[in-house]
């Protein structure tokens, strides 16, 4: 809540002091022409950008009176350089170089650790004071920094406010620092201003290819060029952030397929995780990237040029650039003219000097060869064409190619559980022979029965219960292997505070989960619409309670009006093994008219299931959050900026459905671009129905679930089941023939009146207030309390003292904590609620039937886990059912 648009909220005040002048004898000068004495300091930072600067100034020659005399003197100027731009210098040769050492204040770094927050640091204005300075002791005219016209275009609007990360790099910051120099310095100080100021990134880089005979000698630089900030220390390309997008797909039209794969590591346009990165470079996420990137206007003539690029030579193209041309570029119109518009550019609002003005545009004119233009040759009909043919860019072999980028990797899998245990069968069924590295703080007698059958039968298993034990295989190198080599697979199990996490973050290991790999999956069979196969719509399910019975709900829906659909996620299956008969299906039936209904993939998902996922489902349901898993993740934050995963990368043609009336559901819907459809109590019920569009699907009374949140966790159901066509008396049939899960709000028993339910699955306090807010007020008797996982119960100790609770029955551990939250608050409630704390379920369930009468409702819901002195959440409920059965 910093109200940053306060005209008073920052003041600068200024005290001159006596001799402060910088040679106040020397003369002035008019910057806007070269003098005989002009001399020029070029900031370098190691980017194209900059080496662009530095190529041209430094064969530029001086005038005077129009008379050509020597080149003018061009020096360097480095802060803390980085090995590229180091690199950028010697590839020029015989430069005078002045270097600069920066340090840290070693105050902010104490403020840091005390945890204060880091601000933005306008480096560019901060280099700015410091080059003019430098310049002036030694002597230079003219400080030419790289700046271009497209960090002139804002990130985000913020408290209606244009928000530009790039700001000290922008014209409006040029001029007013020229208006500081010339009020504060001398006259005669050195000028200050932008080479490039007049041009796009798109021009920049068609000048650095180095095509045109003038332009030759930028491709010396081409293999030392860097401009990644994660990749600064060790002088790379990381290939997964928005720079080193940018900076491929900006030179990719102009320079050689093999030598740009080379200079990056890769070809980044076939690497489909970095779709939410191209979307918010194209304009279509939440914000344009916080890097120093282009325009969203030619960020897509960018990739325009590139799919021409790939079409002039007959490629299909590859999955980034067709996912961009499929959602984007195939939806935009002129885009010859925009084209041209955009490579023919020249921004008058500049302060550069007259004659380097000329030089430049000379630069830009030698760009339209007759053999750079070459590389547009009749792609205007094949973009055309290609809108026609999808098939032109066809996925055929991206399983494949995704299949073989697995099988060349090291894998090792971390956590054998229940995913685990699936991650390895996928694997081995796809590479029988490959070498697997199977990972778990247990040892492997521990595990159970189908890792040990494993263990004595797989030869091509090595089991270790932490990474450094594979340091004693011959075959297996850690420290020094490519990373890109070794890909981690982590069970959602494994905490991010988890050593073998830890370690493989630490090692830089790539780390990935078996449900990105089934998103991946996916992605290579979810093909063209004109295609014959039938088209996969991915559900996904999250919140903090409820997740099961909506998934099981919107499964039932959908499979009972026909719809072929596969269930699984956190609540049954895991993802990855449902894989072998969605493609099986899919093999079956693609070459027929199968079935114009979508195939359905629903799964619940749970925060550990969604904080790494790289994709979102194409429809997503958020139900309410509240804190839960505070033993697994840090903080509450943390736990749901990891649920925020199943809407961060959607786009708008996929479906995002929430209560509206919830904050955090709703906030995290904010995240993506997906079509968004609300409910909640006002909208969707009246007069004891639900309705969805005006239209009554069913009446409250004749779904068969209990409690009100469950009520409105099916309404999800009937949204979905609309949204893809379904008829509202299939619908209407089958939400009334679904049964509820076990060990949710589950009917066990209701002889001699008394009513036994079974909600073993409440493992927080909001889920139990939920279940005590079912009964409209029938006297309860509750059975609460868990393993302690940090989970506050004041809220829960409010509504127990609220309620029609009849008696209380404290399991360990936390029972002792809710009780002393309700003793705090029997004063304020005038009520005391009389308890007993039993050491296990059979005891309480004795205790339970000691106190129930007809009308009772003897509640099992515990409000926290079940770890330490049950199995599970199922063995809880299977023991209250047990015992209940058996006393009545």
Request: charged residues 25%.
């Amino acid at each position: 809540n910093i109200k940053f648009t306060n005209d008073d909220f920052v003041k600068i005040s200024s005290e001159n002091s006596q001799g402060s002048s910088i040679n106040p004898s020397r003369p002035g000068r008019n910057h806007r022409v070269l003098e005989r004495n002009t001399k020029i300091l070029i900031p370098i930072g190691g980017g194209k950008d900059s080496s662009v600067t530095l190529e041209i100034l430094s064969n530029t020659e001086g005038t005077n009176k129009a008379v050509i005399t020597d080149k003018i003197p061009v020096g360097t100027f480095v802060v803390n350089p980085t090995q590229a731009a180091l690199d950028l210098i010697s590839a020029k040769k015989n430069l005078n170089t002045i270097e600069v050492k920066r340090t840290i204040d070693p105050k902010l770094i104490d403020l840091n650790n005390q945890g204060y927050l880091n601000g933005h640091v306008p480096i560019s204005s901060f280099f700015a004071f410091l080059s003019v300075f430098v310049a002036d002791l030694f002597d230079y005219s003219h400080v030419a920094i790289s700046n271009e016209r497209s960090s002139n275009e804002g990130n985000v609007q913020f408290c209606d406010r244009e928000i530009n990360h790039q700001y000290s790099k922008t014209y409006e910051f040029e001029k007013d620092f020229q208006k500081y120099v010339k009020k504060y310095l001398p006259e005669g100080a050195p000028f200050y201003f932008s080479f490039l100021r007049p041009l796009y990134e798109l021009q920049i880089a068609k000048i650095f290819s180095g095509n045109s005979k003038l332009n030759s000698g930028m491709k010396k630089y081409h293999p030392v060029f860097r401009s990644c900030n994660r990749g600064q220390k060790t002088n790379s390309w990381c290939g997964e952030c928005s720079k080193c997008l940018f900076a491929y797909v900006i030179t990719y039209p102009f320079i050689k397929d093999q030598k740009i794969h080379s200079y990056f590591g890769k070809d980044m346009l076939d690497d489909e995780n970095l779709w939410p990165i191209a979307q918010e470079l194209l304009g279509v996420g939440a914000k344009k990237p916080l890097e120093c990137v282009g325009t969203h206007e030619e960020t897509i003539i960018t990739f325009y040029l590139a799919i021409k690029k790939y079409l002039d030579n007959n490629q299909e193209l590859p999955a980034l650039l067709k996912k961009v041309y499929q959602n984007i570029i195939a939806n935009e119109t002129d885009l010859e003219n925009r084209t041209s518009v955009i490579l023919n550019s020249w921004n008058e609002d500049n302060s550069v000097p007259d004659q380097f003005s000329d030089l430049l545009k000379k630069h830009i004119k030698s760009c339209k060869t007759k053999e750079s233009s070459q590389i547009y040759k009749n792609s205007k009909t094949d973009i055309i064409n290609l809108k026609k043919n999808p098939q032109r860019i066809s996925n055929n072999h991206k399983l494949e190619n995704l299949l073989h980028n697995l099988e060349s990797k090291t894998i090792l899998i971390l956590g054998l559980g229940r995913e685990g245990l699936s991650t390895y069968k996928f694997l081995r069924e796809n590479f029988p022979n490959k070498k697997l590295y199977l990972i778990d703080e247990k040892q492997i007698s521990e595990l159970g029965s189908d890792w040990n059958k494993i263990n004595n039968n797989d030869t091509n298993v090595v089991f270790a219960t932490e990474i450094e034990d594979l340091s004693k295989e011959k075959d297996f190198e850690l420290e020094n292997a490519d990373k890109n080599k070794i890909l981690a697979i982590k069970s959602p199990g494994l905490s991010p505070k988890n050593p073998l996490i830890l370690l493989a973050r630490k090692l830089k290991t790539q780390l990935t989960s078996s449900t990105n790999i089934f998103f991946e999956l996916l992605e290579t069979l979810n093909s063209d619409e004109n295609n014959n196969k039938p088209l996969i719509k991915t559900i996904g399910v999250t919140g903090t309670k409820g997740k099961s019975t909506t998934t099981s709900m919107i499964h039932h829906v959908l499979t009972d009006c026909g719809l072929k659909t596969f269930f699984g996620g956190n609540i049954g299956i895991p993802p990855l093994s449902l894989w072998p008969e969605i493609k099986e299906l899919l093999q079956e039936e693609g070459e027929v008219e199968f079935i114009k209904k979508p195939v359905a993939v629903i799964l619940e998902m749970s925060s550990h299931q969604l904080s790494d996922l790289k994709f979102s489902p194409s429809i997503a349901v958020i139900l309410d959050i509240s804190p839960e898993h505070l033993d697994y993740y840090d903080s509450f934050d943390e736990y749901i900026q990891a649920k925020s995963q199943i809407s961060r990368f959607q786009t708008d043609a996929d479906l995002i459905i929430f209560n509206d009336k919830q904050k955090l559901p709703t906030k995290l819907a904010n995240l993506g671009n997906a079509k968004q459809i609300t409910f909640n109590v006002e909208k969707n019920i009246s007069n004891n129905s639900i309705i969805y569009k005006n239209e009554t699907i069913i009446d409250i009374d004749q779904l068969p679930v209990i409690g009100k949140h469950n009520i409105l966790n099916s309404i999800p159901s009937i949204i979905i089941a609309k949204e893809l066509g379904l008829r509202t008396t299939d619908i209407n049939r089958s939400l009334k023939t679904f049964k509820t899960l076990p060990h949710r709000l589950e009917i066990v028993s209701s002889s001699n009146k008394i009513l036994y339910i079974n909600d073993s699955l409440s493992t927080t306090p909001k889920s139990c207030i939920a279940a005590i807010n079912s009964f409209n007020n029938a006297p309860i008797i509750l059975i609460a309390g868990g393993h302690n996982r940090n989970l506050e119960f004041d809220e829960l100790a409010k509504t127990l003292l609220e309620s029609n609770i009849k008696h209380l029955i404290f399991l360990p551990d936390t029972g002792e904590k809710i009780l002393k939250e309700i003793k705090a608050l029997e004063s304020t409630y005038q009520r005391k609620i009389s308890s007993t704390s039993v050491n296990d379920m059979k005891e309480a369930v004795a205790v339970a039937k000691s106190f129930a009468e007809n009308g009772d409702v003897v509640l099992l819901s515990p409000a926290a886990a079940s770890f330490g002195h049950f199995k599970d959440y199922q063995d809880r409920g299977d023991q209250f059912k047990k015992f209940v059965k058996e006393s009545t």
